[in-house]
């Protein structure tokens, strides 16, 4: 069945509400009314009886309909407002309209009634949607020019980090035919390694900027993770690089209830962090180690990367999940590492908490919410 | 012409070497420092002033660094006071496009920006600028 229709009536004469009554029952609404004929209780039937139509006549003893409308007007009433009254002339029925008013009917034709009050149901229904479909466009045009803003930056920063190894070979091209132009050829091996290095970084950065749009945008099943095995071989894809065997490592997974994310999502995380542990280590500190310890339960996982490196100085450590963002000069990275495993982190919808002492070492905590539970 | 002292900041080796060798293949500098980064620059611009060094006449900064970044290094060399500071040229040599880059320098006053990595003819007209 059809929602009962919530008429308000403002109108003083009674016989006329009870007019108005009998010419809405001969249609086909389904209602209810409520009688007003003050502006106390106009005002108060607005908040408590939340009319869906108002039919208004023009003048009672102590309100009229215009004040009636700047009313509604104040309190944002989205209903349709009708005047319902005795002859006017056509300049107030006009007036009555810019005013506000959706519709006016004259007591003498409540025939029309019923469909003036579903044509201005209508009409209202209409507007809102319209309004709801603009703010609608409105948020997503924001939403898009924050994306392309940041899209902007990205490019920026991109081209900027991928042009400086390619440029650094040009030069070092350049240099090369130069001095063998000027017959000098000793140096000829050394600048081949260092073209070699360059090259290799630019791999290396752009081989990120696949994982970053891997990691953030794609949508990825969700898997259980045995983090043993996924810790193991993230130590053992690691034990290359530089530094690796001097390293002590522990894997230490407390008993808990399975864990559900992106398997592949976790292994970038994993591997991120853990290879920065390794990368920087302290050559000067007689043990290194690099722990990392897993606490699950039912809705989320927590997981802690310690080692004992040469750690984060207080002041870099707000920048350090920025984009391209380098703190050490011991770092020949991309400065993307750090920065996509926030993106990757955000998108799990988990956290990621640094503790860091310089010289000292680092903690890194991540929270992850469990995907499945 | 006469010979300049030259300091280039830069934390790819690459480019210090690069244009390093490529003064000396010019034969435009008589002295040439390098540093890693603008604290490392800042640093060696101190010694100077503490009379270890001759003072450079023109340093090519590049602008994204580790530790401390071209434009910090800039800020922080203006406020250093210290005598003939206004003989110290600033030439920023950076492989970045970005217009925020550009107007931060030029807000900064640098109004020398050269593109990586530098040619003769850039090294040339670089040196020649005061």
Redesign the interface.
Known sequence: MEKELKILMLEDVEDDAGLIERALRKSALHFITKRVDTRDEFVDAIDSFQPDVVLSDHAMPQFNSSEALKIFKEKLVMAPFILVTGAVSEEFAVNCLHQGADDYILKSNLARLPSAISNALNKKQAEKERASATQELRVQNEELKKLNQELDRFV??T??NL??PL??V???V??CR??ME?GMDE?LLEYFD?ME??ITKLDNTLQQIIDYSKNARLEEELDEINFEDLLKGTFDYMKFINGATKIEQSIKVHDGPSFYCGKMRMGFLMQNLISNSIKYYDASKEKSFVNVEVFKNTDEVKIVVEDNGIGISKKYQDHIFDM?Y????R?DGSGLGLFIVKETIDIMGGSIQLNSEKDKGTSITLTIPNARR | MTKKSVLLVD??Q??N??NQ??LQ?LDLADEIHTA??GKEALDLINDYYRGARTIPEVILLDL?M??MDGFGFIEAFQKLEVPNKERVLIIIV?????P?DLKRAKDLGITVYLS?????QDLRVALNFN
Do not use: Q
């Open positions: 920026y920063s081209s900027h042009r400086a440029l650094s040009l030069g070092l350049r240099l130069k001095e000027n140096s260092m290095k360059s391209f380098r703190a050490t000069e770092s | 934390d790819d690459v480019f070497l690069l060798k490529t293949l890693r980064n994204n580790p530790i950076t492989s970045s496009r970005d925020k990586k990595p530098l040619t003769e």
